[in-house]
């Protein structure tokens, strides 16, 4: 397995289901590098049986995770030692969408819990089948349809149409 490669063909995939995830380029962009450095440190592990895309976002999934829970302390941490009310989430400079109506959607699915977040992403973003979100995620193909319409479903009835517009339904 040749990393250049695997790193040319998969990055952008990796890097646009972090940022949905994360919601942020800087961190997007630290945890792409992190998983390739995890993934090639850990190259023996992979088994094929998925395929290297599905491997490498389930890395990515899990150090995504990781980093949000390191964020989520660390905030805290420092919110007890200065006694102050925690900050809003700034939007990042760069807006993914353009129009308003992506931007809210954007900011919507950014509001879900994390499992339906994921499945959102990349069933209705990335486009992944069922199968390969299912191997990403470690579900059945029908805990993946399930959740998937819980969670279109949770976005709420004014982004429900925006969502079938952009073919996520």
Do not use: C
Not at 99 to 119: C, F, G, H, M, W
């Amino acid at each position: 397995m040749e990393w250049t490669d695997v790193y040319e063909e998969h990055a952008d995939n990796v890097f646009r289901f972090l940022m949905y995830f994360l919601g942020n380029r800087e961190d997007a962009e630290d945890v792409t590098q992190e998983t390739f450095l995890k993934a090639f440190h850990k190259q023996d592990s992979y088994k094929q049986q998925a395929s290297i895309r599905t491997w490498l976002i389930i890395i990515a999934r899990h150090q995504a995770i990781d980093r949000v829970r390191r964020k989520q302390r660390g905030k805290l941490l420092h919110n007890l030692f200065r006694r102050e009310q925690p900050e809003q989430i700034a939007l990042p400079e760069e807006m993914l969408f353009q129009s308003e109506t992506k931007r809210e959607l954007y900011l919507e699915i950014q509001n879900l819990k994390p499992d339906y977040r994921a499945v959102v992403i990349l069933k209705g973003i990335q486009e992944l089948t069922n199968q390969e979100v299912a191997d990403i995620l470690g579900w059945s193909e029908g805990k993946v349809r399930v959740t998937f319409h819980r969670a279109i479903k949770s976005l709420g009835g004014k982004l429900m149409k925006e969502a079938e517009a952009y073919g996520m339904v």
